[in-house]
Every structure is written in structure tokens, then in C-alpha cells.
């Protein structure tokens, strides 16, 4: 791959709730208090709150770019706010440039975190913007593109994420590769060996690297998926990697509870992405995105983000081998 070593590695990467409350039975706390609680929140409503299908049809080459899509994504940049629950924690976000990783790690920079993220060169442009909104809060931010079909690429990414970091207390695999075809006989197997690697390999390279740092307390997510519970026709490939990352999520959980260490897994149903315009939908499917779902749209990486921070939390800390979904009221879990 272009600007790449051998390792995969490019050299230059080595660098409130509402404030209102009634009492039952008494009168109403005035209303524009500010309590020890915070403001009074937005009440949105979620029909409404992002666009809607029809979408225009738009193709982008692998990975794609999110400041290409049209709409544009929305990744929290506005609208997260943060409350410490992750202060002082140091992250590692795999396909942190976009989509729901850079929903997580501005999220996750907002309640104080650390944030290395890792992605594919020919994402440097995405990355820097989300490298840009962690230094904004004033935590440390690290860029380390990379390739995760190689074993020693997801080896140097956990290296240097907990050297630059200082340490390392949470991992979300999130990357993955999803390219529909619609019959068996068109996966070739480099299609079907770059799925695997990237969405299995590189989720048990960089877990079993991260292990080497991790201690009571860590925790590890994984990005699954509806697919892994309700696979469709097209994604055959994709489908049985995030079954394997959820079943991954669920003995690991296991093994490493004694240990003090929790695995959870988010199963996102149709989020608007890059990989959805970069060959993981047809166009067809693209232009009506999320109006099967009874919501009527597809989500928002942002609309992820608190689940992220829910798992990666401490005040979570009964919460180990669960999937937590996200699908608009279809899908599973
Ligand atoms: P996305 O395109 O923003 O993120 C996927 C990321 O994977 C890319 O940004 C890229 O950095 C990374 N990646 C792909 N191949 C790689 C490789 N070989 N090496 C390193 N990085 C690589 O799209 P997204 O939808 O936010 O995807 C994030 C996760 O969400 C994925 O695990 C995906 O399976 C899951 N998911 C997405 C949807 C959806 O509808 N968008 C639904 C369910 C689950
Ligand atoms: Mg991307």
C-alpha cells in the first residue's frame, strides 16, 4: 500500500440530565433553576431529529471519506457534551477517523479520556479532524494509521498507543470491512480473506496485544452488528465476522472477569457511514437507507456515542458480555 512500511504502519504515523424536577404532589421546582443536576435538556424528537430517506445516490471508493457524504454524518461535534465519566482513561479506537469510532472518541475526549485512534492511510483526512476535536478538549490525541490484515501492524498500533498515552484502559474494535455482493460466487477469496482478516484477525491481534496492558477496571468493546443476529442476503462474508465478534465478545467476557476486566460488544442497525457508500449497500438500498426501520431513518454515529461511554464507564461495572443495540426498533439484540 502506498506510504506504507512493510508492518502496514506509514512512517510518518509514528507520531445531564433534566434540571427540572417535580416532587410527586408538590409544586413545580422553578423552572429556570439551574439544579445540582445541570439545565433543562433539549427534548428532541426522534422521528425527526436527522434526515430522512429519500437519499441521494452517492459512491464513494473504499474506505470512503465521511466529509464526502452528503448528508454529512453527524459524529456529535456539535452537539456531545461531556461529564467526566471517563476522566484520566486511555483509549484506543480502531476506525476512529469515521462513523461510529470518531462518534466514540469525540465522545469519549469530552469525559476526559485519552484517545489514540488507528485507520487506514487513505483516511488521513477524516482522521485529522477528529485528532483536531480531542486536542479542542485538551487531551492527547494520537494518529496511527495502519493496515489490521497484518499481525504486526495491530502489534505496533497497541505499542504505541499505550506509549504515547501512557498507558492503556480501554479498546474498541470498531473497524470492519463490509462489501455486499449479491451471490456467493462473486466473493472472491481476496474479498473474503480481507473481510476475515480485518474484522476477526485484526480484533484477536490487537485484544491479545492489549491484554499485555490492560488491568482491573479496562474494558474492551466491540462494534457488532444487527447482521450477527438477522444476516442479509448480500452480506454473507460481513455477516459471519460480526456473529464471530459477538461470540468473541461473549467468552471473552468470561474469561476475563476474573480478572476485572469486562467485554462488551454495540450492534448498531442501519448507521449513515462511509462504509455504507464505499461498497457496503447498493445503491438502491442507499437511496431508501433506514426507512424500513420503524423509526422511518437510519441513525447517527452520534446517536451511538453515550452507549460507547455507558460500557467503557466504571459506574458499568456489572455489565460484561452484553450487546447493547441501536437499530431505529428493528434488529437485534
Ligand atoms: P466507517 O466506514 O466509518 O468505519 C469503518 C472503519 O473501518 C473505517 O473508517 C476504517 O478506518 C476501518 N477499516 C476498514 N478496513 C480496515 C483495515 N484493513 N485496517 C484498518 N482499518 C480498517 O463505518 P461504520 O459504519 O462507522 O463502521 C464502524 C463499525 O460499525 C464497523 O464494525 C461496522 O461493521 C459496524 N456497523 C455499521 C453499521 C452501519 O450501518 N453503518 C451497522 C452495524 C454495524
Ligand atoms: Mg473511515
Known amino acids: 500500500m502506498k506510504n506504507t512500511q512493510d508492518n502496514g504502519l506509514t512512517r510518518r504515523s509514528m507520531i445531564g440530565g433534566t434540571g427540572l424536577l417535580l416532587a410527586a404532589g408538590s409544586a413545580p421546582v422553578a423552572a429556570s433553576a439551574a439544579t445540582s443536576q445541570g439545565t433543562e435538556t433539549k427534548m428532541d424528537d426522534p422521528r425527526t431529529k436527522y434526515p430522512k430517506p429519500p437519499f441521494r445516490s452517492q459512491s464513494q471508493p473504499f474506505p470512503g471519506l465521511a466529509s464526502k457524504m452528503d448528508p454529512k454524518p453527524d459524529h456529535g461535534e456539535t452537539s456531545y457534551k461531556g461529564s467526566g465519566r471517563l476522566a484520566g482513561r486511555k483509549a484506543l479506537i480502531t476506525g476512529g477517523d469515521s462513523g461510529m469510532g ?4 469525540i465522545a469519549f475526549a469530552r469525559e476526559g479520556a485519552d484517545v489514540a485512534i488507528n485507520y487506514l492511510p487513505e483516511e488521513e483526512e477524516d482522521a485529522r479532524e477528529v485528532i483536531d476535536l480531542i486536542k479542542k478538549e485538551g487531551r492527547v490525541g494520537v494518529a496511527i494509521p495502519g493496515d489490521l490484515r497484518h499481525e504486526e501492524t495491530c502489534n505496533l498500533i497497541v505499542s504505541q498507543a499505550a506509549k504515547e498515552l501512557g498507558g492503556l484502559d480501554i479498546l474498541i474494535n470498531n473497524a470492519s470491512r463490509q462489501q455486499q455482493k449479491q451471490s456467493l ?22 485484544t491479545r496485544a492489549a491484554l499485555a496492558h490492560l488491568k482491573e477496571g479496562s474494558a474492551i468493546i466491540q462494534t457488532t452488528s444487527e447482521q450477527a443476529y438477522d444476516p442479509s442476503a448480500n452480506l454473507v462474508d460481513y455477516a459471519m465476522t460480526k456473529a464471530a465478534m459477538m461470540n468473541f465478545t461473549k467468552s471473552l467476557a468470561k474469561q476475563l472477569a476474573p480478572k476485572g476486566i469486562r467485554v ?3 450492534a448498531p442497525g442501519p448507521i449513515w457511514t462511509p462504509l455504507q457508500v464505499s461498497g457496503g449497500a447498493t445503491q438502491e438500498k442507499l437511496v431508501s437507507f433506514g426507512g424500513d426501520t420503524p423509526m422511518g431513518r437510519p441513525g447517527q454515529p452520534a446517536e451511538l456515542a453515550s452507549i460507547y461511554v455507558q460500557l467503557a464507564a466504571s459506574d458499568a461495572s456489572y455489565a ?14
Open 102 to 105: 470518531r462518534a466514540a472518541a
Open 185 to 206: 460466487a462473486e466473493i472472491t477469496t481476496e474479498d473474503f480473506d480481507a473481510t476475515i482478516k480485518t474484522n476477526i484477525y485484526g480484533m484477536f491481534w490487537l
Open 264 to 266: 462488551n460488544g454495540v
Open 320 to 333: 460484561t458480555g452484553q450487546v447493547y443495540g441501536a437499530a431505529g426498533g428493528g434488529g437485534q439484540p
